[in-house]
């Protein structure tokens, strides 16, 4: 197979935009399809101090690598999640990228902040991915506010968004529906929250790690073990070896029809937020989720 730019040999297929590319036509291809997500998004600029949460995993770190060659203002902040199978190793790994590439990076460490992940899961009776979720943004969005980052951004891909997407649908979860999209505008208490490889999948992102011969961590948590989206990721996997595109057509035509009468419903339904009563975070109730957990694993 020829690459579809210079018409050298190709080393990535893309199926789904009837492509192939080179290495170094490949990086083109992956460096545009960020410019037109930032774009197209009205994400950020670079007057904008940009906060990647880095996770250690491809994703995370292709993003971070991808804004600094594109001359953003950027800084990285990992959390500590103090998973003995896992967590030292992951954040060896976040450090040794961020000195390579000369990138600020800030730590979180939730042992220090009374929330190592193996005790919550110990004390809470809910699924521990879905609090640990709770515990990490509520972290990066309070770091970054504290810190003045006028902008978070993740490292959540297509594949990412379609799963999400598919399971909140399933639920016709209104609340999940109206905030699901690449960007999350600033307020009531909350940072602009941005996901720029939103149009790339899994495998695009893998590639460019791989051709950028970025180290990232392979370890997966021990706790994830029967997580739904992984689940859900293999049935939209299915569906798109059959009809390549499927998934960008399907979150596309979402966020230009579907999206806007869920957050017309969810406007409706919901009440301001107001500031939990032992932290200040934006909350629904008197107190908010994470300081909820503290007082559980405080008893």
């Known amino acids: ?20 590319f080179c290495p170094s036509c490949y990086l083109e291809y992956f460096k ?5 997500a930032i774009k197209a998004q009205n994400m950020f600029s670079f007057e904008d101090k940009i906060l990647v949460a880095i ?9 971070t690598l991808q804004l600094k060659e594109l001359g ?10 103090n998973i003995p199978e896992s967590s030292a190793e992951v954040r060896k790994t976040v450090e040794d990228f961020c000195t390579l590439q000369s990138i600020p990076l800030y730590v979180l460490e939730m042992k220090k902040e009374g929330l190592s992940i193996p005790e919550v899961k110990k004390r809470l009776s809910r699924p521990i991915c879905s609090a640990c979720g709770q515990i990490k943004r509520y972290h990066f969005n309070l770091f970054a506010k504290e810190k003045g980052f006028t902008v978070l951004a993740t490292g959540h891909n297509l594949d990412d968004e379609v799963a999400r997407l598919f399971a909140n649908t399933l639920r016709w979860d209104i609340d ?11 307020e009531q208490g909350f940072v602009k929250k941005v996901k720029p490889l939103y149009r790339l999948t899994e495998f695009e992102t893998a590639n460019y790690a791989f051709l950028k011969g970025i180290n ?16 859900y990721k293999k049935l939209i996997a299915s569906l798109e070896q059959e009809q390549p595109g499927r998934k960008l057509n399907f979150y ?8 806007k ?19 200040g975070y934006p909350t629904s109730g008197e107190i908010c989720g994470v300081c909820r957990i503290k007082e559980l694993l405080a008893c």
Request: charged share 20%; hydrophobic share 30%; glycine share 8%.
């Open 32 to 36: 545009r399809q960020v410019e037109k």
């Open 55 to 63: 996770s250690g995993g491809k994703d995370s770190l292709a993003l």
């Open 261 to 279: 009468p869920f957050k017309l419903a969810a406007s409706r339904k919901n009440s301001p937020l107001n500031a939990c009563s032992r932290c």
């Open 252 to 259: 596309e035509t979402f966020l230009k029809q579907g999206q």
């Open 72 to 81: 953003y203002n950027v800084s990285g902040l990992h959390i500590d999640l």
């Open 216 to 231: 990232y961590s392979y370890k997966p948590c021990p706790f994830s073990k029967g997580a739904s989206f992984t689940f």
């Open 176 to 186: 999940y529906l109206s905030d699901q999209g690449p960007v999350l505008k600033e």
């Open 1 to 20: 197979m020829k690459c579809t730019r210079c018409k050298q040999k190709a080393v990535v297929a893309l199926p789904s935009h009837n492509a192939g």
